[in-house]
């Protein structure tokens, strides 16, 4: 059974860090690339960014280009997002998914949500 | 501003087939196939339509979608009570190098 577990989330001033980590199992974490999509309360899904499955391509949505950071360890099973100079419109729940691997069907399995508030 | 745009809302009784549209520009779903997702209060979204109208295993016949040009629906015939939800879709922008979702529908059962 392919399980996503998302933590690291949790209330932060502005401008401030939080690192976001995501356990994937139930399947090969290196066939696929995966990303994050962010919910701010009572509003839409908006795609953050994803990372192919050896690290060498990355994607942003513009507005947390050059703020937000994603990474992965296959190894670990594991997929990061840093999230720097956080601002109050960053306050959303990060879901953790899985994007295309083979076949190539992106965003077929979701993790439970991690909440991020920011604010003073 | 969603780049993809829905509905806010559709409604129907149960037994009734509802249609909630996604419109897009050649960017994106003129080039790129479509997506379709269920959320339901309190989860985590769920895939229930592939490459524009294929159903993942375990989604009934009863949901279905299709695509024309810069546009796409989804459907559902025999409305049940079990669909009331949000209702997004989604594709990859080729000016955007990214992947964008609509607004989102919500979906009332009457």
């Known amino acids: 059974e392919v399980q996503l577990v998302e933590s690291g989330g949790g209330l932060v001033q502005p401008g401030g860090s939080l690192r976001l980590s995501c356990a994937a199992s139930?399947?090969?974490?290196?066939?696929?690339?995966m990303s994050w999509v962010r919910q701010a309360p009572g509003k839409g899904l908006e795609w953050v960014a994803n990372i192919k499955q050896d690290g060498s391509e990355k994607h942003f949505v513009d507005s947390v280009k050059g703020r937000f950071t994603i990474s992965r360890d296959n190894a670990k099973n594991s997929l990061y997002l840093q999230m720097n100079s956080l601002r109050a419109e960053d306050t959303a729940v990060y879901y953790c998914?899985?994007?295309?691997?083979?076949?190539?069907?992106?965003?077929?399995?979701w993790g439970q949500g991690t909440l991020v508030i920011v604010s003073s | 501003q969603s780049v993809l745009t829905q509905s806010p809302s559709a409604s129907g009784t149960p037994g009734q087939r509802v249609t909630i549209s996604c419109s897009g520009s050649n960017s994106n779903i003129g080039s790129n196939y479509v997506y379709w997702y269920q959320q339901l209060p309190g989860t985590a979204p769920q895939l229930v339509i592939y490459?524009?109208?294929q159903r993942p295993s375990g989604v009934p016949d009863r949901f279905s979608g299709s695509k024309s040009g810069t546009s796409a629906s989804l459907a559902i015939s025999g409305l049940r009570s079990e669909d009331e939800a949000d209702y997004y879709c989604?594709?990859?922008?080729?000016?955007?190098?990214?992947?964008?979702f609509g607004g989102g529908t919500k979906l009332t059962v009457l």
């Open positions: 998914v899985r994007d295309q691997g083979n076949p190539p069907i992106p965003f077929d399995h």
């Open positions: 490459t524009n109208n």
């Open positions: 989604a594709t990859w922008d080729d000016s955007l190098s990214g992947w964008v």
């Open positions: 139930g399947f090969t974490l290196s066939s696929y690339w």
